[in-house]
């Protein structure tokens, strides 16, 4: 089996896509354990990549889809659909064959079975702005033209402001085989908008990152020590969004955020502080770099450097980089995490970790209720920070019930998402 996967990288230091991208192989290899896996969005050039996945060691090729101005490169949007333009009107095999000599891009793409689009987990919509949104059509466009078996892995679906990206979208999920939503909501969302015309193709399917594997890294950077763990401390692991510290994209508060993300965090960890057993450890989970309006690693450490003479010996950061499963075991050392990137909530939920996820999108109150712990989100679109200090502390005092509700939750969600590809392939 050759698979391709679409909306999958390990490129962007976000680690949440990058648990996305990993956790899709694993789902695919649990199928079909001697599957080839092609990434078809990551990285610049085509090349190859050995990693550790599941307990074994994976070689998964990187075949970018590029849109750049060298036009006549071979993995080249342009070039790709010139070939499949083609392909429709000299359809034999024989033909095939000889443009496959001709481009081994092209080739690759020839011999999938089928192809996984996840589009980073939400950006199958236009709130990221057209560009995200038409770039990844145009890919999934792409592999349909050469008649591919699409498989929409379980994903945010919206919302589509603007009518040519709801057409857009409309015109992808109407022909790909199975579609899969990550929140049940997403289900009706997509059937409602497109008049039920997709025949009830639309299905729920939790998150694929719950399926993520731990692993500890060799070297673990702390700043400003390793934490020592007293028999009553409690480690609260606090995930701070530069995207929205900085304002979003056009740093103007692009999300119509109520609360003043900034004020929450240095409110929240105010909060904390008052607690003489808590610990709060700052943990990033997108490293973009310095500089850059997304860098969690920059926030943390500014929010760090501002309060460090404050809390002396009780607020830490994680320093260094690490990959999305390293940040995973970061995350599962502690004992109550927040997080405003959904992913890094569910790294703690999967290692039942009571969590809170600070929402500026409708992405977490879907994956929340799909694991029956839609309370857990708190919403700054609609609440200020004081009544969002006030609902994390309500949720910190019942941690005991919601890791005895993970316990008896996650296993069964695990074990659904490693049976998504149970399907015979035609």
């Not at 090729?61 to 010139?82: D, E, G, T, W, Y």
């Not at 429709?88 to 064959?97: A, E, I, L, Y």
């Not at 379980?154 to 919302?159: I, L």
């Amino acid at each position: 089996m050759k698979i391709g996967l679409l909306g999958a990288s390990f490129d962007t230091g976000n680690m949440g896509v990058g648990a996305l991208a990993e956790s899709s192989i694993k789902i695919i290899l649990n199928r079909w354990p001697d599957a080839e896996v092609i990434l078809l969005d990551s990285g610049r050039i085509v090349s190859e990549e050995q990693l550790r996945i599941g307990g074994r060691n994976v070689r998964v090729k990187k075949l970018p889809i590029r849109f750049c101005r060298n036009i006549f490169l071979k993995n080249h949007f342009l070039v790709l659909f010139f070939y499949a333009v083609l392909l429709k009107v000299f359809c034999g095999n024989t033909f095939k064959r000889f443009f496959a000599r001709l481009n081994e891009c092209l080739n690759y793409i020839l011999q999938m079975d089928l192809v996984a689009d996840i589009t980073g987990g939400d950006s199958f919509s236009d709130i990221y702005g057209m560009r995200r949104f038409t770039l990844g059509f145009l890919r999934k466009w792409l592999v349909l033209l050469f008649n591919k078996d699409l498989i929409m892995l379980p994903q945010t679906y919206g919302p589509f402001r603007r009518p040519i990206a709801r057409m857009m979208a409309g015109f992808i999920l109407n022909r790909a085989r199975y579609v899969y939503s990550r929140d049940k909501e997403g289900v009706e969302y997509v059937n409602v908008i497109f008049n039920n015309r997709l025949n009830g193709k639309v299905n729920f399917a939790s998150d694929v990152a719950f399926i993520l594997d731990a692993e500890k890294p060799q070297r673990l950077l702390i700043t400003p020590s390793d934490i020592v763990r007293k028999e009553s401390s409690i480690i609260v692991g606090l995930n701070v969004s530069g995207l929205l510290f900085n304002g979003g994209y056009d740093r103007n508060n692009m999300f119509g955020l109520k609360a003043d993300y900034p004020a929450l965090v240095y409110g929240i960890i105010e909060y904390f502080m008052k607690n003489e057993n808590v610990v709060v450890l700052l943990v990033p989970h997108v490293f973009s770099p310095e500089g850059t309006v997304e860098s969690d690693q920059d926030v943390c450490g500014k929010v760090y450097d501002h309060l460090r003479q404050t809390y002396e010996g009780r607020l830490f950061v994680v320093s260094g980089k690490y990959d999305q499963g390293q940040i995973k075991y970061v995350i599962g050392m502690c004992d109550f995490f927040i997080g405003a990137r959904m992913h890094a909530c569910i790294a703690a939920f999967s290692q039942y970790i009571p969590a809170v996820g600070i929402a500026y999108s409708k992405k977490f109150k879907g994956v929340f209720e799909s694991i029956g712990l839609e309370d857990c989100v708190v919403d700054i679109k609609e609440m200020g920070e004081k009544e969002t200090v006030e609902r994390i502390a309500d949720i910190f005092e019942h941690r005991n019930e919601i890791r005895n509700h993970l316990k008896d939750t996650i296993p069964r969600v695990k074990q659904q998402i490693l049976n998504l590809f149970n399907f015979t392939v035609t």
